[in-house]
T-cell receptor, first 113, second 113 residues
C-alpha cells in the first residue's frame, strides 16, 4: 500500500522559478526521502530527512518535515529545464535490516525553457 | 564505489512463459536488496526484500518469486507470466545502517503479450 501522497500530481513552471512539491503520509516514520526519476529510468536519491529534523538543504534543494502534520515539502529553487522529471517522496518506518521504503505516486514536474 | 547492475533493459515475453531478471551489486557487502514494480504512471510497489543470502520477504501475494543465491545477487522469477505482470521492474540496494538512501538500478521494462 502507498504511504506517501504527493501534491500536486503535475506541476509546470518557467525556468528560473521555484518549484514546491508536497507529500503527506499516514503512519509514524523514521525518515522521509525524496527521489527523482527521469522518463524510463531508475530513481535517483535526492535527500533524506530524519524524523527528528525539521529542515534540510542540499544545493538547490530544501526539504522540510512536519511530523505533527505528517507532511513534507521539497523546494527546488531557480529551476532548470534539466529538473524536468517525476519526483517521489518515500517513507521508512524503520532502519537497518528492517528498512523498507514506501513510495507515493509521484509528481510530474515540467520546467519550460 | 558501489554500482548496481540490472538486466535486461527491456523484455517482451508471451503469457505463460518463465521469467528471470537479475540484479547484482558491486562495491559493498551484505546490502539490503529490494525488488520494486512500477505500473505506468504509478508509484513504486515493493515486491520483495532481502537482508541476507537466502532471506526473502514477500510484500504482496503474486505470481512472482525472488531468490538471493549470493550476497550481492538478487533474482526475480516467475514460472508462468500473466498479462498483469507487465511493468517496470526496479532493483535497489541500501546499507540499512548507517542511515542512507536507496540506490536503484536502471530498470527492466517487461511487456507480457
Amino acid at each position: 500500500s502507498q504511504q506517501g501522497e504527493e501534491d500536486p500530481q503535475a506541476l509546470s513552471i518557467q525556468e528560473g522559478e521555484n518549484a514546491t512539491m508536497n507529500c503527506s503520509y499516514k503512519t509514524s516514520i523514521n525518515n522521509l526521502q525524496w527521489y527523482r526519476q527521469n522518463s524510463g529510468r531508475g530513481l535517483v536519491h535526492l535527500i533524506l530527512i530524519r524524523s527528528n529534523e525539521r529542515e534540510k538543504h542540499s544545493g538547490r534543494l530544501r526539504v522540510t518535515l512536519d511530523t505533527s502534520k505528517k507532511s513534507s515539502s521539497l523546494l527546488i529553487t531557480a529551476s532548470r529545464a534539466a529538473d524536468t522529471a517525476s519526483y517521489f517522496c518515500a517513507t521508512d518506518a524503520y532502519t537497518g535490516a528492517n528498512s523498507k521504503l514506501t513510495f507515493g505516486k509521484g509528481i510530474t514536474l515540467s520546467v519550460r525553457p | 564505489s558501489q554500482t548496481i547492475h540490472q538486466w535486461p533493459a527491456t523484455l517482451v515475453q508471451p503469457v505463460g512463459s518463465p521469467l528471470s531478471l537479475e540484479c547484482t551489486v558491486e562495491g559493498t557487502s551484505n546490502p539490503n536488496l529490494y525488488w520494486y514494480r512500477q505500473a505506468a504512471g504509478r508509484g513504486l510497489q515493493l515486491l520483495f526484500y532481502s537482508v541476507g543470502i537466502g532471506q526473502i520477504s514477500s510484500e504482496v501475494p503474486q505470481n512472482l518469486s525472488a531468490s538471493r543465491p549470493q550476497d550481492r545477487q538478487f533474482i526475480l522469477s516467475s514460472k508462468k507470466l500473466l498479462l498483469s505482470d507487465s511493468g517496470f521492474y526496479l532493483c535497489a540496494w541500501s546499507r540499512g545502517a548507517p542511515l542512507s538512501g536507496y540506490t536503484f538500478g536502471s530498470g527492466t521494462r517487461l511487456t507480457v503479450v
